[in-house]
């Protein structure tokens, strides 16, 4: 039992966490037997139906408003995309940016969210990269925005070490320089509370195999709908706002979406929006300041026993700067990550040592275990990460 919920009774949807110590949700979350039913119904239609397909669209909207919810916005501020790569591409190439702009972007933040930005420089778009440090904030990223900078993008919470920047003091730093804000909430989504409007975002892309509990191949994006002049690179009927009923493409009627459909791209993914129906039940029963408390209560448990072993812990350990679920111990991961697999335990080898990555189910006995693990081994000077 948590303090802040029955992870008892959560653990119970999640079988892979009762054959194995699962530790790995920032790489990608076990399937809860509701996500799996929720798929189950979906494909039971098909196959019995052939689909009802105004109710299965009605649905996709229901889940749109949720997602919305989930992130302080507005229903028609919600897209649909396939993954957090498409989303960030979407926003990097919808950004009226031109030859001599700078785009600024954290250093070691993930690739995909880099190499939307970075894939500009063809158009003559700057990217410059600044020094991630323990504490990323407005006053880190200032010195570094001049007149030629027009947007920054980063993560609120960093895959490999989890660090959490400080999204709404540079949100607030992008309104003052009206500059364009883009976040990716990949590894922050379902477990931190997220905010759109306090973050002053212009965008936020994410997928939905991680904290949201769904099977890979749904992504999302948040678009500030004040900013019309932001367009699509792309376009499709269901970009329009008034798609043809005839169906017949007509160059004089191109007029975009008033709301974020105008950067989704027709079919949806079904099954996965299913699954995201049923996950966002399971999340907004337990409430995400309470998953988050209880990842942290967990971390705190981490980070006292790898001090009793006087193992490092990479990245920051003061809860402002953490997230909850994401700490990296200073182990090798050549030399650990086998151990790890032939105990049982499920991590992840990162730059810097091994990843432990918490979800909703995990419980104080699954740190015990690990520790037990790394105890069984034993550490030595030579076995500590550098």
Aim: hydrophobic fraction near 45%; glycine fraction near 6%.
């Amino acid at each position: 039992m948590s303090g802040h919920y029955d992870v008892d009774a959560v653990r119970k949807q999640f079988p892979a966490a009762e054959q194995i110590t699962y530790l790995d949700s920032g790489f990608q979350t076990p399937l809860a037997r509701p996500v799996k039913a929720a798929i189950e119904l979906f494909l039971r239609e098909g196959l019995e139906t052939a689909g009802p397909k105004r109710v299965w669209l009605d649905r996709v909207e229901q889940t749109r408003a949720r997602v919305a919810r989930l992130l302080g916005a507005s229903a028609d501020e919600i897209a649909f995309t396939k993954n957090t790569s498409e989303s960030m591409n979407i926003a990097a190439n919808a950004l009226p940016l031109r030859a001599g702009d700078k785009v600024l972007m954290i250093h070691g933040d993930h690739p995909n969210n880099a190499y939307a930005f970075l894939n500009l420089q063809r158009k003559g778009v700057a990217v410059e990269f600044v020094p991630m440090t323990e504490i990323v904030d407005a006053d880190s990223i200032r010195p570094y925005v001049d007149t030629n900078t027009r947007a920054i993008s980063m993560s609120q919470v960093t895959f490999h070490a989890g660090h959490r920047f400080d999204v709404e003091s540079i949100g607030a730093l992008c309104q003052e320089k009206n500059l364009y804000f883009v976040v990716d909430v990949m590894q922050a989504i379902g477990v931190v509370p997220i905010d759109a409007k306090a973050m002053r975002a212009t965008f936020i892309g994410s997928g939905s195999h991680k904290g949201l509990l769904v099977p890979q191949g749904l992504g999302l994006l948040y678009w500030e709908k004040s900013r019309t002049e932001l367009e699509p690179a792309y376009l499709a009927a269901a970009s329009l706002a008034d798609i043809p009923a005839d169906l017949i493409a007509r160059p004089d009627e191109l007029a975009l979406s008033t709301s974020a459909r105008r950067f989704e791209l027709g079919n949806f993914n079904l099954p996965a929006i299913h699954a995201l129906g049923a996950s966002l039940d399971m999340i907004e029963a337990i409430g995400v300041q309470n998953i988050q408390k209880h990842c942290f209560d967990l971390g705190d448990h981490l980070i006292a026993e790898l001090d009793r072993l006087e193992i490092r812990l990479v990245g920051p350990r003061d809860r402002q700067h953490r997230a909850p679920h994401i700490y990296v111990i200073a182990l090798p991961a050549a030399e650990w990550l086998g151990h790890f697999e032939q105990n049982g335990v499920r991590v992840s080898p990162e730059r810097d040592g091994i990843r432990v990555s918490f979800g909703m189910f995990n419980t104080s006995a699954d740190v015990d275990c690990l520790i037990d693990v790394i105890r069984r081994r034993g550490v030595t000077p030579s076995s500590r990460a550098a």
